[in-house]
């Protein structure tokens, strides 16, 4: 029997609806919004709006670059938790209602969940168990996988998240939003060796960016000087533009350089702690081409087996809530139409 599914993903500022039919993604529309730009980061308000706006051209896009139509659809899936509430309730309740209206089931899916499940998209496929490095704005996490609906985080941020760590140092450079895929940018021509940043010492297999974060923050202050506040260090806003333009490229390959050591050094320790080899990277951060190379050069150094979703499939999109929804489905794993999303719900 065939499983035809939509899924709807409106965590934050991206509408996006997909396809899903027996496991193969037909289409993934995604909307994104141009609104928050002028504001240097997403407004809650606004993206909600948007959302409302956006919902019924992209899922009408899905269904025909899909070419069918709502009556062939066995189940309706969307992104249940965390994100921002009122991005969150506009997916949810569009959701609901079609649901409602088709007399179909409804599936709710955790949105990190499903960035683990987006490399089951498309092969090749890592085979179970493995691991998978979760990377994104407001989570960073090492996380075992069994199966499908049985995953374990043995790792996470204890304070901050890489993806914010790359957000705040593009702020601080005075890059628009969104800064992250512009360190990206310009960190391919600079040189990640020239300026050192200290690694976090957290035991165990937990990371932690604040006192990184802390220490770029008085790096540019003090122009490059010194990585801690000391008033005679402090440069003047002249000296301090003045450094940033003239060593951008190598700011950037340096702390991009930085925060995929960081992230790397703990999942080393987790495949030796643990004995997989089959290694994953997930999350919006995953799009960073300095993580995407480093991960497929240390597998190969390591023996690795190393698995990495299409870029398409890596920032927030509505086909990893249809492959999630899949194997959710085959497990009878419904929600009820009194389901209400949850902005931080935990799913470990």
Known sequence: MSICILAIESSCDETSAALCLDGKICSNIIASQQVHEKYGGVVPELAGRAHIENIVPVVELALAEAKTTPRHLDTIAFTHSP??????????????????????????????????????IQDPKPAFPFLCLTVSGGHTQNIFCKSPLNMKVIGETIDDAAGEAFDKTAKL??????????????????????????????????????????SILYFLKNAGKSLVYKEKFTATTEEKEKFIAENLADICASVQHSIVTILLNKLKKAVKETGINQVCLAGGVSANS????????????????????????????????????????????FASLDVVPNAKASWH
């Open 290 to 333: 300095g993580l995407r190379k480093a991960l497929t050069d240390t597998g190969a150094q390591n023996g690795w087996q190393t698995f990495i979703p299409a870029f398409e499939y890596c920032t927030d999109n509505a086909a990893m809530i249809a492959i999630a929804a899949y194997y959710k489905y085959q497990a009878a794993e």
């Open 83 to 120: 994100g921002l509430i009122g991005s969150l309730l506009v997916g949810a309740q569009f959701a609901k209602s079609l649901a409602l209206a088709l007399q179909k089931p409804l599936i709710a899916v955790h949105h990190m969940q499903a960035h683990v499940l987006a490399n089951l």
């Open 173 to 214: 450079l005075g890059l628009p939003y969104p800064g992250g895929p512009l360190i990206d940018k310009y960190a391919a021509t600079g040189n990640p060796l020239r300026f050192a940043f200290p690694e976090p010492q957290i035991p165990g297999l937990n990371f932690s960016f604040s006192g990184f974060k802390t």
